[in-house]
């Protein structure tokens, strides 16, 4: 079992930064080789992909609403993955959640955290 927990949400103007991170127990997430994830959900709206990194870190793929903004990096000496956001914009206000992959599947999620951006 992996438990997955995020920080690092909160409120920002538009154009600002903020810094998510999750940290991962019970698994060390590098030695099963699990790709890691970040998903937002707004409300009324899907849960979709923002971006996600291989069990390496060499490897990772973005939404095209958050290309050149947001950069995810994982440190495997930590169990952890990060999600660095910059320019900030309203509709990137979400629930933000990571997720552990095995294989193609992402199968552990944290609880999420809040992002709201004000225009």
């Known amino acids: 079992q992996v438990e997955l927990v995020e920080s690092g949400g909160g409120s920002v103007q538009a154009g600002g930064s903020l810094r998510l991170s999750c940290v991962a127990s019970?698994?060390?997430?590098?030695?099963?080789?699990?790709?890691m994830g970040w998903f937002r959900q707004a409300p009324g709206k899907e849960r979709e992909p923002v971006a996600s990194i291989s069990w390496s870190g060499d490897s990772t793929s973005y939404a095209d609403s958050v290309k050149d903004r947001f950069t995810i990096s994982r440190d495997n000496v930590k169990n952890s993955v990060y999600l660095q956001m910059n320019s900030l914009k309203p509709e990137d206000t979400a629930v933000y959640y990571c997720?552990?992959?095995?294989?193609?599947?992402?199968?552990?999620w944290g609880q999420g955290t809040q992002v709201t951006v004000s225009s």
């Open positions: 997720a552990a992959r095995l294989g193609t599947s992402y199968i552990y």
């Open positions: 019970g698994r060390t997430l590098s030695n099963f080789r699990m790709g």
